[in-house]
């Protein structure tokens, strides 16, 4: 009898740190805490944005700088993009979603989107006038220009990834998570099938 | 005969004559009839027009910019604030000079500053840093005029820094009135997109806990003034340009006033608790117009 009780105090127990947990995961807007392996995959991809973040700052181009010239602010960021192109001439897909980083952000989004705060994000992505996925390339231009929207990224995704130095942000272009830097306009790296 | 005639007739051609020219020397002297205000004009009051969606350089963006040079030599705004998508389409020299500078340049030449806030049409590196936009090089930022603080968001991108940054700017505020402005709405009746709902998730809490007064949003190419939401007041002025006929939910339970058939501005003045506001169609027509008062803590202003 004794027993019985113990074992419906632990099972009890059990439950009730489950709750607890599911309850912390829900505030946080997903599913489960990322893993060992993914929060260190999430510092990694940190890391290396910070040290995109410090080339970019010391290249020898000028970030844009107020003006009533139009023209001006055009040839400044032309002249920031060959710049970047040129000191990561190799660059790549993949360079900063590595196979861990790539895995960890899809668990992410998809936990995300999947948690208690799913229905409001799709409902911002559809309101938010989404692009089909369009070819993206490394050092190229994202593609929002010629009047096409840019489509705004729903601020319970952008919580629950990881933050961004000044200058660089995420875009979506149809599943596809681009890290974009903003001056420039052009893809860093970018995410085939993020979003699930 | 003829001669009682011509003294009968001579006096009656001489009053027809200076009857008419009473009447031309009357309204060569009468001054062109005026935009109607709805509001009085109030010492020392903070004064400005609105418009949203507006950059597309096309006949009607003119029509409610040619309605706005009106309405500004009756009441000499201060400043226009412009909820997004301010230049569509693309962005060169010329688009600005089309879709901005030509449209406002009578406004521009008086002195008249514009303050913008990004929409998903707009190239954010380029607008940031256009000088005539007033952002200063960022893409979310707050000004004061006066008793009234501006906070002016980017509701494209509501990362954490910005909500941050927002509520650390709200906590520090000492004005009297907090108004806040971004592209994207929280609530609107229109049909075509809706409101942002996970936007509104993170924003209404930081509104209500900080006081904010009132909201102005575009994106949905209509006017609305909508229901106090957690008792702020919410507006949406997107179809200073664009117009999407006939999009408003009819009936919704949202709209105290929504307007789907033509290009609209707003014209506000804030002084001491009192809020005045006038929307205007291109057409000349006011669509809206009354008084709020600002809200005390805690309390929820009637409808």
Redesign the interface.
Known sequence: MAESRTSNRISMLCIGMCLALAAHSAANGYAQPPSPQDKKALADFSREVKQYSSMEHNLPADK????????E??RE?QVLRQAIAQARPDAKQGDLFTPDVAAAFRRLLGQTMSGP?GA??R??LA???PNPGQGLAVNGIFP????R????????L??NLP??P?GL?YRITGRTLALRD????IVVDYLPDALP | MARITRILLLPILIGVCLAQHGDRAQSLSAPAPGPELRFPLKNGAVRWAVIGDNGTGEQPELQVASQMQRYWGATHFDFVTMDGDNI??????VD?QNKFEAPYKALLDEGVKFYACLG???????E?????FNM??NRYYTFRKGDVQFFVLD???????Q?AWLEDKLKSSDAAWKIAYFH?PLFTAAAF???????R??LMPLFAQYGVNAVWSGHEHVYERLKPQNGIYFFLVGNSGELRYHNLRKPNDLDLVGFDTDRTFMLVQIAGNELDYQAVAASGQIIDSGQLMRQKPGQTPAP
């Open positions: 844009l700088k107020t003006t009533t010239d139009v023209a602010l055009e960021r705060d409001k994000i409902a911002s309101h938010a006038e929002n220009t010629g009047g929207p840019l489509q705004s990224v729903p601020a319970t952008l919580k933050v961004l000044k942000d903003a001056d420039a306009n | 569509y389409g693309g962005h060169k020299s600005f998903n049409h707009d190239d954010p590196a380029l940031e840093n256009y000088k005539p200063g090089g509701s494209n991108y509501m990362d954490p820094p909500l994207h997109h809706g409101p942002d709902v996970d936007l998730k993170q």
